[in-house]
């Protein structure tokens, strides 16, 4: 088995439970961290067809970080679910939302949901 991870993908988003969150946006990152026996094979054959292309990851995240929600524990599971499907030969998913600057009363610099799914 082994691991394909793609750490801080950035993005500028518009989740957030308050309106001047979703009107306003904000900068997340997200990390996915997937583990395949797949892996072997493409490390074995050197074969990108037997590997899971980092672009698809990519694609996915994109994509649901574009779609708007209240929660960013929601846009972790949506990623999840979307990774959960198109990959079949997954083992394990984590998933990583951040959210920098959250709207505190106080000074933080972000705020994590990580979210893990064994297959």
Same mark, same amino acid.
């Given at each position: @088995?082994?691991?394909?991870? +793609? /750490?801080?993908? &950035?993005?500028?988003?518009y989740h957030?439970y308050?309106?001047? !969150?979703?009107?306003?946006g904000?900068?997340y @990152?997200?990390?996915?961290? +997937? /583990?395949?026996? &797949?892996?072997?094979?493409?490390a074995?054959?050197d074969?990108l !067809?037997?590997?899971?292309?980092?672009?698809?990851?990519y694609?996915?995240?994109?994509?649901q970080?574009?779609?708007?929600?209240k929660?960013?524990e929601?846009?972790?599971?949506l990623?999840l679910?979307d990774?959960g499907?198109?990959?079949?030969?997954?083992?394990?998913l984590?998933?990583?939302?951040?959210?920098n600057?959250?709207?505190?009363?106080?000074?933080?610099?972000?705020?994590?949901?990580?979210?893990?799914?064994?297959?």
């Amino acid at each position: @088995m082994g691991k394909i991870a +793609i /750490e801080g993908m &950035q993005f500028y988003a518009y989740h957030g439970y308050y309106k001047e !969150e979703r009107h306003l946006g904000g900068g997340y @990152m997200v990390d996915v961290v +997937i /583990e395949s026996d &797949q892996i072997d094979l493409a490390a074995k054959d050197d074969s990108l !067809e037997e590997t899971i292309n980092y672009e698809a990851i990519y694609k996915i995240v994109k994509d649901q970080m574009a779609s708007r929600s209240k929660l960013i524990e929601h846009v972790a599971k949506l990623i999840l679910d979307d990774l959960g499907l198109h990959f079949k030969n997954v083992k394990h998913l984590k998933i990583r939302v951040t959210k920098n600057n959250p709207p505190m009363q106080g000074n933080v610099e972000k705020v994590y949901v990580e979210l893990e799914k064994s297959f």
